[in-house]
Structure formats: C-alpha cells, structure tokens
C-alpha cells in the first residue's frame, strides 16, 4: 500500500512538471513569434526608408506623438532592433530546446512509472 501512494506521488509531480513544461514551451513560442513580427516589422521599415532621401523629413513614433529624426539616427535605431531581436530569437530558442527536452524526459519519465504501476497490481493481483 505504501509503495503505491509513493508511485502516485511520483506520478502526480511528473504530470506537474509536464504541464510546467508545456506552459513554458507555450510562453517561449509565443516570445519567439512576437519578436520574429517585430524584426520583420523593423526591416521591412528599414527597407522602405533606404529608397528616401536623406532630405526627406522622418518621423518616429514616441507615445502618441511623432518626432521628426534623421535618417541617419532611424536606420541605427532600425538596425539595432533588428539585431537585438535576433539575439533575442537566439537566447529563446536555445531555452525552447531545453525546456522541450525536459518535457521529453518528464514524458518519458512517466510512461516507466506507468508500466511500473502496471506491472506491480498485475503482481500484486496474482498474489
């Protein structure tokens, strides 16, 4: 009797560890997607301004009001959006491989305990 409420115990943090799991997998893809839409918005802003002139008057969205900026100072900020979200994606996705391979091992983690509990009421149930 002690051994099974000591396999349901385990069971139960295994199961709360996948679900953990499966949340954070969620929240990193959710992360990654949002800052992949923000790179692309960012380059697609970047080419679109390469075509202007530099004489052509720029403005960057501050709040609820636009600044007027040089070309020069919005192609920088553009580049370095861009770059630091792609250190972003990078740092995500190494955090997405190892939470998934966590999830992997809870997995398979559970399906011994499963065939454990298995083969113990089977024993227990010729006995």
Do not use: W
């Amino acid at each position: 009797m002690a051994e099974e409420n000591t396999m349901q115990q385990v069971y139960f943090r295994i199961t709360q560890k996948i679900q953990d799991c499966q949340k954070q997998v969620a929240q990193i893809e959710a992360q990654i997607a949002a800052n992949d839409r923000e790179s692309r918005l960012a380059s697609l802003t970047r080419r679109e301004i390469e075509d202007l002139d530099s004489s052509t008057p720029m403005y960057k969205s501050v709040g609820k009001m636009f600044v007027q900026a040089p070309k020069d100072a919005l192609m920088n900020e553009l580049n370095e959006s861009i770059e630091s979200a792609k250190t972003l994606t990078d740092a995500l996705e190494k955090k997405h491989k190892f939470v998934k391979r966590e999830l992997d091992d809870a997995t398979g983690n559970l399906r011994d305990v499963i065939q454990s509990m298995k083969a113990s009421m089977a024993s227990s149930a010729k006995a």
